[in-house]
């Protein structure tokens, strides 16, 4: 069997200095190449138009947002303003039950007092004895 005799070390090493140097080269010519810089350019344009289509959706959603806020607000307002209107009305009810009690009330005291009078006077003509 015979041993395998490799390159001296020093070939070995210009070897691979001559491999990265073709390397570098390569990726330097790929980066000149007008074709990538032009795809570069559409990438940027792209994603600045991404950009802007968000900040208009941003936009677009903070006035919604600002709108249904709004109407929710007057939602409330209508809300508060037939509670308002529902406490007065109890209020009225309430104050005319009272006055509807208070008549009645007077009605019954007039009433018992004549029927007190009528006692008063059936009585005051028993004693008589007419």
């Known amino acids: 069997m015979s041993s395998y005799k490799g390159l ?3 070939q070995r090493q210009s070897d691979a200095a001559a491999a990265k140097k073709a390397m570098l080269d390569k990726f330097r ?21 991404r950009l802007r289509r968000t900040a208009e959706r941003e936009a677009a959603k903070k006035v919604q947002d600002a709108k249904l806020a709004e109407k929710a607000a007057r939602a409330a307002e209508a809300a508060a303003q037939a509670e308002r209107e529902a406490e007065r009305l109890e209020a009225v009810a ?3 039950k009272g006055e509807q009690a208070a008549v009645l009330e007077a009605e019954q005291k007039a009433a018992r007092d004549a ?3 009528a006692r ?5 003509v028993r004693r008589r004895g007419y």
């Open 8 to 10: 001296d070390p020093k």
């Open 94 to 96: 309430a104050a005319e």
């Open 115 to 117: 029927r007190y009078a």
């Open 29 to 49: 010519a790929a980066s000149q190449d007008p074709a990538i810089a032009q795809k570069l350019a559409e990438r940027a344009a792209v994603n600045e138009a």
């Open 120 to 124: 008063k006077a059936a009585k005051k």
